[in-house]
């Protein structure tokens, strides 16, 4: 996207009900090259549809727990990251998404590109998660495929009430550590 002020980032665009497209969330974490051609977002963005709401990521940010845990801190019921993982990760497109889904207890919804030419030749195996990390639906590693998985709120209620670590969480949980010598 090219926000007025010159800035170019990776953009998640959110078309509204009236039609009308707007830059919903602009990339934060950064992978390799994307930092010579574009600006990191500043914060991230939770999408309000009905009663859900939805933390927006993109593709590197979903390897960093602390981005879906700040989604989830803002109250987000899902996490929707579209991604481009390259055939030969599929072990961590795999675990990312689903931790980021138990980490949270909220459902996790992962697009990824398919196909290519090496060395972009992208792996596919889209998938949604429920709150416990485990697949509700997954797309073949190639191919398009359009999945689809009803994301139900007593699931996510009775998930969160079982595995209580949103309410648990220590309020200065990342603060500073102590070292030690053992």
């Known amino acids: 996207a090219r926000h ?6 990776i953009a998640a665009l959110v078309v509204d009900r009236a039609g009308a497209v707007r830059v919903g969330y602009d990339k934060q ?3 390799g090259d994307e930092r010579e051609l574009f600006d990191a ?3 991230g963005a939770t999408l309000l549809v009905d009663d859900w709401r939805l933390g927006l990521g ?6 960093f727990p602390e981005h879906a845990r700040a989604a989830a801190l803002d109250g987000a019921h899902g996490y929707l990251c ?3 993982y390259l055939t030969g990760s599929e072990h961590r497109r795999d675990l990312y998404y689903a931790a980021r889904a138990l980490d949270n207890t909220m459902f996790v919804v992962f697009a990824n590109a398919v196909g290519g030419v090496d060395p972009w030749r992208f792996n596919g195996g889209a998938a949604i998660y429920d709150p416990q990390g485990r697949v509700l639906a997954r797309g ?3 191919g398009t495929a359009v999945l689809v998985a009803t994301l139900d709120p007593a699931e996510l209620a009775a ?3 079982a595995h209580s670590m949103l ?7 990342g603060d500073p550590r102590v070292s030690m010598s053992g």
């Open 29 to 31: 974490q950064l992978w």
């Open 58 to 63: 993109i593709c590197y940010d979903g390897c």
């Open 41 to 43: 977002g500043g914060r």
């Open 159 to 161: 998930t969160r009430a």
């Open 82 to 84: 579209p991604s481009g």
């Open 140 to 142: 073949a590693d190639e």
């Open 4 to 9: 007025p002020d010159g800035r170019r980032t």
């Open 167 to 173: 309410a648990d969480r220590l309020p200065h949980q």
